[in-house]
C-alpha cells in the first residue's frame, strides 16, 4: 500500500517523517505533501480531490491531517468529507457507514487542537530532545489531557521551551517537530487524537492487504 498525507504545513511534514514510519513499520511507503497554511490546504482540497480521483490507484489510500485550530470540529470534519465525496472518492467515515471498510479511499483526521498536542502527548520525547525541560513535564495537572490544554498548545510548548532555555527568539515549529517527533513512541502518547490518528492508520493498512 501507498499513502499519500496531505497536511497544512512544513512542520507537520517534519514530524510525520519521523512518526509514521514508527507506527506502519515496512508495511506501507508514503509521501508528503504540505501546503502553506490550513486556510491553503482547504481552499485547494475541492481541486486535489477531484485530480486524485481521476487515477487514485486501488491500493494508494490519501490521508488528510489538519489542525483543529479552535475552529467547530464537527464543520471542520465536514468540510473535509465533502471535498472527498463531491470528487466520488468514498472515504473511511463512508465507508464505516455501509460496513465496508477495505473499500475506503480517503482518511481524513483532526490534530485537537494543534499538532504540539501530539508533542506533550508524549512528554518524555520533549525531554530527550530538550534535556533542560523537566521531566516532570508530564505529571503537571495542566498537561495531562493534552488535547485540552488552555491558551493554545504551540504557544504552551514554545512557553515551556523558553522557561528551560530554549528558542528564545521564538519557537521554531519545524525545527522541534523534527527533534521531538524522533523521540517520540507511539505507544505510550496520551493524546487521544494522536491515536486515533495512529490506529486508524494501522487499521487502513490491514484493511488493505
Not at 481521476?54 to 483543529?68: A, F, Q, T
Not at 498537561?143 to 519557537?171: A, C, M, N, Q, V
Request: with cysteine; aromatic share 10%; hydrophobic share 40%.
Amino acid at each position: 500500500m501507498h499513502i499519500v498525507f496531505l497536511v497544512e504545513e512544513i512542520s507537520a511534514e517534519a514530524a510525520l517523517l519521523n512518526l509514521v514510519p514508527k507506527i506502519l513499520g515496512a508495511s506501507a511507503s508514503f509521501e508528503i505533501h504540505p501546503y502553506q497554511c490550513k486556510n491553503d490546504l482547504l481552499s485547494k482540497l475541492p481541486q486535489v480531490m477531484r485530480s486524485y480521483a481521476k487515477w487514485l490507484h486501488d491500493d494508494w489510500r490519501i490521508v488528510v491531517l489538519v489542525d483543529e485550530d479552535r475552529s467547530n470540529c464537527k464543520s471542520l470534519k465536514d468540510r473535509l468529507e465533502n471535498a472527498a465525496k463531491d470528487a466520488g472518492l468514498i472515504t473511511r467515515t463512508m465507508s464505516d457507514k455501509t460496513s465496508s471498510c477495505s473499500r475506503f479511499q480517503v482518511m481524513n483526521r483532526i490534530a485537537v487542537e494543534e499538532l504540539e498536542a501530539w508533542f506533550f502527548g508524549d512528554a518524555s520525547a520533549i525531554n530527550q530532545a530538550y534535556p533542560k525541560v523537566p521531566r516532570t513535564l508530564g505529571s503537571r495537572s495542566k498537561y495531562h489531557d493534552p488535547d485540552s490544554i488552555k491558551g493554545g498548545t504551540w504557544e504552551s510548548l514554545e512557553r515551556e521551551l523558553k522557561k528551560s532555555g530554549y528558542f528564545k527568539g521564538g519557537l521554531r515549529k519545524i525545527e522541534a517537530a523534527k527533534t521531538i517527533s524522533a523521540f517520540m513512541e507511539p505507544e505510550r502518547n496520551n493524546s487521544k487524537s494522536f491515536r486515533v490518528f495512529r490506529d486508524g492508520l494501522r487499521e487502513m493498512v490491514r484493511w488493505g492487504i
